[in-house]
């Protein structure tokens, strides 16, 4: 079964990088670059992980849980933050994010925790 990963970042590099990784492991990726774009895009298509940068998590995560726009089953959230602090994830996860890594993270750990969140086991090394 396909998986689809919503990305919502404004750095567009940050999105490039993201969407290259997880285009390898053959998830469908839509972009956005904003909170009100992502919640556009999350009424319209059934997305099973939304990957955000910390600047747009608590606009976003608002959105998706006080409304129900949500067609199928609500995403689970993954924030992205570049401060090295405790209480960024604290803070995270109060907000509703199911996981939070800092960039710049590894590209393993990156595509591991989308396949959690997104209910599929992430390939063996061999």
């Known amino acids: 079964m396909d998986r689809t990963v919503l990305i919502v970042d404004d750095d567009v590099n940050a999105q490039i990088i993201a969407q290259t990784l997880l285009s ?3 998830f469908h990726v ?14 319209h298509e059934p997305i099973d992980v939304v990957v955000v940068d910390l ?3 608590a606009e976003l995560i608002q959105q998706l849980h006080g409304q129900s726009i949500i ?8 924030a992205l933050c570049d401060r090295q602090a405790p209480e960024i994830e604290r803070f ?7 996981a ?7 590209p393993g750990r990156f595509l591991a925790t989308v396949d959690e ?3 599929r086991a992430a390939p063996q090394a061999a």
């Not at 995270?92 to 199911?98: E, F, I, S, V």
């Not at 939070?100 to 590894?106: C, S, T, W």
């Open 117 to 119: 969140l997104g209910g």
């Open 24 to 26: 390898l492991r053959d």
């Open 92 to 98: 995270a996860l109060r907000l509703g994010a199911d």
């Open 55 to 57: 600047a747009h998590a």
């Open 30 to 43: 839509s972009l956005a670059s904003d909170a009100a774009t992502a919640v556009a895009v999350v009424r």
């Open 71 to 78: 067609r199928v089953a609500q995403p689970r959230i993954l």
């Open 100 to 106: 939070l890594l800092r960039k710049p993270f590894a």
